[in-house]
């Protein structure tokens, strides 16, 4: 599977963005999907992670209640919509893909898109 990752951007502290994630190559339904972030000089880290039919999500604790994970397998494509972004939440968003149904543990995506820069001023 290949990944592409966009739509991220500068944003100030209060705002939304809403990040793409576009697969191709392989039957994008048949992978779990997730969403990483890694900010300058820490290690990457799970944001959220969707089941290959959607109906399973999870987040981490930093982001639950603000960020909405999705996915349209008529399009190939899974989403993060980030709602009232904080300055600690500026990364590189990166996501990714696993045979598992939903994962916590980056270990366990094989497929990487190159990321997308989010930047929440104050």
């Known amino acids: 599977v290949q990944l592409q990752a966009s739509g991220g951007g500068l944003v100030q502290a209060g705002g939304s963005l809403r990040l793409s994630c576009a697969a191709s190559g392989r039957t994008f339904s048949n992978y779990g999907m997730g969403w990483f972030r890694q900010a300058p000089g820490k290690e990457r880290e799970f944001v959220a992670t969707?089941?290959?039919?959607?109906?399973?999500?999870y987040y981490a604790d930093s982001v639950k209640g603000r960020f909405t994970i999705s996915r349209d397998n008529a399009k190939n494509t899974a989403y993060l919509q980030m709602n009232t972004l904080k300055p600690e939440d500026t990364a590189v968003y990166y996501c990714?893909?696993?045979?598992?149904?939903?994962?916590?543990?980056?270990?366990?995506?094989?497929?990487w898109g190159q990321g997308t820069l989010v930047t929440v001023s104050s």
């Open positions: 969707i089941s290959w039919g959607g109906g399973s999500t």
């Open positions: 990714a893909a696993t045979s598992a149904s939903t994962a916590r543990s980056e270990r366990v995506y094989v497929y």
